[in-house]
């Protein structure tokens, strides 16, 4: 293995990751909070409806949001498993895989929020239901896609626990920052299993998966930015055969 890849240094790769984490912080609350979720009255299919009249415009901006998430998240992959290939390859091959597949079932997922606009696009096979089967129906597409974010907030977990765990063993980054990454991960995969188990306890999840996953995210980014990586360690890693362990 060479120590750089084309020629370009691993903490331009680094920076650049961080450069598109900053882009999901900041289109993320956006695509998830002020566009889909912000519709949803649960319980309520009428209201849920009237919400989604109003807000149609911001509904499909989020939309357009989460593509460019998906976007940006199949960049980050690759540019991960570069990163962290000279720790592990598997691992970091792995990792890759688990966050690629993340952000194919996020831009699958957007399927399940295409009926509930064509249900009150006016087609004409609408009018075989009555007005409040269109708005259970509605609000079924929107809890449909609600539940397959919690699926794929499983493999980001997973993917954040094998990235942690490679940050952790680098040598070439903090492994304060690889610690973090395993708490944040423990974070998803404990709000991601409580739906699915306990949805009753979902509100106290979202804190506890926003309280464990924030620190270490935030910090993975800025230390990318601000630092990158500690390039004659990631050398001297690169020149040493990669294993699974």
Request: glycine share 8%; charged share 10%.
């Amino acid at each position: 293995m060479t120590a750089r890849t084309n020629g370009t240094s691993p903490r331009v790769y680094a920076r650049i990751v961080g450069a598109l984490y900053l882009l999901i912080f900041f289109v993320g609350p956006f695509a998830f909070f002020m566009g889909r979720t912000s519709v949803v009255v649960p319980g309520d299919p009428a209201a849920t409806v009237n919400t989604l009249l109003a807000s149609e415009t911001m509904f499909r901006l989020g939309m357009v949001a989460e593509t460019v998430i998906v976007l940006v998240e199949i960049v980050v992959s690759a540019l991960l498993y570069v990163l962290f290939r000279p720790v592990s390859r598997p691992l970091a091959l792995a990792a890759a895989f688990a966050r690629f597949a993340q952000s194919i079932l996020q831009a699958v997922n957007l399927i399940t929020a295409v009926p509930a606009l064509l249900l009150l696009g006016g087609a004409g096979y609408v009018t075989v239901f009555a007005p409040e089967q269109v708005s259970a129906l509605v609000l079924l597409s929107l809890d449909a896609n609600a539940f397959v974010i919690i699926i794929w907030g499983l493999l980001f977990g997973f993917h954040l626990l094998l990235l942690g765990y490679l940050v952790y063993r680098s040598g070439f980054m903090p492994r304060i920052l690889g610690i973090l990454l395993i708490i944040g991960a423990v974070g998803y995969l404990a709000q991601s299993y409580g739906h699915i188990l306990v949805p009753q306890y979902d509100e106290l999840l979202s804190t506890v998966v926003i309280v464990l996953s924030i620190p270490g995210e935030l910090a993975f980014t800025v230390w990318l930015l601000w630092k990158g990586v500690n390039i004659e360690r990631w050398e001297q890693r690169a020149l040493t055969p990669a294993v699974a362990s």
